[in-house]
């Protein structure tokens, strides 16, 4: 089973200080006790979760405001946290990047994603942001920022609901995969407002597994020589998996990979062909690469999200001819397709991305897969340290991944957001600030 904060097996006990304004929000969520699950609302059919024994908020009432002693964690808030949204808004987020990024079904020139700021009556704050990547979110920037909107009007006059109550109502007005990346970010926000309010980062409310994650980087579609030059850097910055972008051309993806094993003879690499090749070629590309004495840690997404067969086929391969698992990115957007790699035995790995299924969205598929005994990858699109610290305090504080590639803010050229988590090269270490601890100067993406 997988902790969570408050768990039998990982119970974390905050001495949190409380002061007059959140005493009131607190005091009013003992009034609820209704857990929320989107998506899967039979809470008989989750299991990673692991069931609390007796944990739950304790207010200590008392006349003036006094050091109050808590035990929480993010599902028994859903229940008991009253969210009273004062201020609601969203803006454009725009970044360079060092250089295009290519993948086999699309080329990126600049970052053109979504903030979404959410205040409190308390006074918290909390940011989230929507990540738009051409043909693989569902959403352009500007329709993101139109639902964004949407959304951010309806919690400027929503009454003050529990947190899980507000987290569906968002769901409502922005379901299913066509709007998910914007239901991210606006679940991100606030998420971080609520942790902002109980003064704990987002890593130990997700269950403090860890405060530390590992990322590979990304090397995109580029020539050989420059994959080589980009392998060589990686490696002097301590990167010791790299993620090869292929999927376009076999043959030049083959020798990409020749020249990257010559400039980091060491690393260890995931192949993501983002649903560039059939079935066929991906065993090729196996093949070939065995020949070479070349072995994948991981091959992600090998064909069209829609070929279940196809997926299988190459994922029965890969694992009993050469050891390698395959996962599942754009073919798991939601619980939907969960149940179907797990009832078909399609594959072993299922890339969870925020922005392909919302927060509330993966932790369900999480609970999913782990039940199922599938490994978990986390993944992005190419955000900030905004989208991608949120992502990796999931990552942290359940600790239930084998795979972690949240790199792409060291692929952009400018770092907008302020505060937030330490980066050591393939390292990111998260503070105990309350909450995201990153932030954006809000008028200066106006």
């Known amino acids: 089973m997988l902790p969570i904060l408050g768990s039998s097996n990982m119970s974390q006990t905050l001495s949190c200080r409380t002061r007059h304004p959140m005493d009131s929000t607190l005091m009013k969520s003992l009034s ?30 008392s006349a003036t405001p006094t050091a109050v002693p808590i035990t929480f964690g993010f599902k028994n808030l859903l229940g008991t946290f009253t969210v009273d949204v004062h201020r609601a808004e969203n803006r454009p987020l725009n970044v360079p990047l060092i250089a295009p990024f290519t993948i086999a079904t699309s080329r990126l020139d600049k970052v053109e994603n979504v903030a979404i700021r959410v205040e409190l009556s308390n006074g918290a704050v909390g940011w989230g942001e929507a990540p738009i990547l051409p043909f693989v979110t569902a959403e352009d920037q500007t329709t993101a920022m139109a639902k ?3 959304a951010c009007a309806f919690l400027r006059r929503c009454p003050a609901l529990t947190l899980g109550s507000m987290l569906g109502e968002i769901g409502g007005i922005l379901p299913g995969h066509q709007f998910a990346s914007v239901r991210a970010g606006v679940e991100m926000a606030i998420i971080d407002a609520v942790a902002n309010s109980i003064r704990v980062p987002l890593w130990r409310l997700f269950g403090g597994a860890s405060n530390t994650i590992t990322t590979d980087i990304t090397i995109p579609i580029v020539s050989p020589a420059e994959a080589a ?13 790299l993620k090869l972008k292929v999927g376009k051309n076999l043959n030049a993806d083959i ?69 390698v698992s395959v996962a599942a990115d754009e073919s798991c957007r939601s619980i939907v397709d969960v149940y179907k790699i797990v009832e078909g035995n399609v594959l072993d790995v299922i890339n969870i991305k925020l922005a392909k299924v919302g927060v509330m969205g993966a932790l369900d598929i999480i609970e999913k897969a782990k039940a199922a005994g599938l490994d978990l ?15 990796g305090q999931i990552a942290a504080g359940l600790g239930c991944f084998k795979f972690i590639d949240l790199d792409t803010p060291l692929l952009l050229s400018d770092d907008p957001v302020l505060e937030g988590y330490e980066v050591s090269g393939a390292t990111y270490k998260f503070t105990n600030a309350r909450g995201h601890g990153g932030f954006l100067h809000w008028d200066n993406i106006a």
């Not at 609820?32 to 008989?44: A, G």
């Not at 989750?46 to 739950?56: E, H, I, Q, R, Y």
């Not at 990858?377 to 992502?391: H, P, S």
């Open 32 to 61: 609820h006790t209704k857990l929320f699950s989107h998506n899967l609302k039979n809470t008989n059919s989750t299991k990673c979760f692991a069931k609390k024994s007796g944990a739950v908020v304790k207010i200590m009432a």
């Open 148 to 150: 964004a909107s949407e």
């Open 229 to 241: 030059e980009l392998a060589s850097k990686y490696y002097k910055e301590g990167f010791k998996t």
């Open 255 to 323: 020798e990409v990979l020749q020249a990257i094993r010559v400039a980091h003879p060491e690393c260890q690499f995931i192949l993501d062909a983002n649903e560039g090749y059939n079935s066929e070629e991906a065993v090729e590309v196996l093949e070939k690469l065995h020949d070479m004495g070349l072995t994948p840690v991981l091959f992600e997404q090998p064909v069209h999200r829609d070929d279940w067969d196809g997926l299988r086929y190459v994922s029965n391969i890969a694992r009993e001819r050469y050891g």
């Open 377 to 391: 990858m986390i993944g992005g699109m190419v955000e900030t340290r905004l989208a991608m610290g949120f992502a």
